[in-house]
């Protein structure tokens, strides 16, 4: 089975995204499972933020090809700003905002799966 797919996904607000799995390339390593670089790329104007429900449909589109393909994924969080609550009491960077929001969403899934 092909392991690179691209998703295109249009949001309800009309904002187009393309979402990547691409076999990633460990300078000839062989860990045994096939690695695949997942991206979610914005390909129209900037926006503010995401509905919660354009972000879960980002964990289907991934949590499906994982059930079709038995693969490790990567992926790495922009450095882009994120508007946060000015009354946030934990201060975090982009990126570990990012990595702990999908973390929290796609294990939210799994549990969902589960029971």
Known sequence: MELDKEI????E?????LVSFVKFSAN???YGIPIID???TLMN???EYNSIKTLNIFVDIIHNYLDQHNVVLYYYCDT???NMRINRKEKL???EYRSKL?????NKKRLTIIY
């Open 102 to 106: 999908f973390s929290s969403m796609f």
């Open 28 to 30: 000839g390593i062989d």
């Open 93 to 95: 960077l982009p990126q």
């Open 38 to 40: 997942v991206s979610i």
């Open 45 to 47: 104007n900037k926006i």
């Open 80 to 82: 882009a700003a994120i």
């Open 8 to 11: 295109p996904f249009i949001t």
């Open 13 to 17: 607000e009309g904002h187009q995204y």
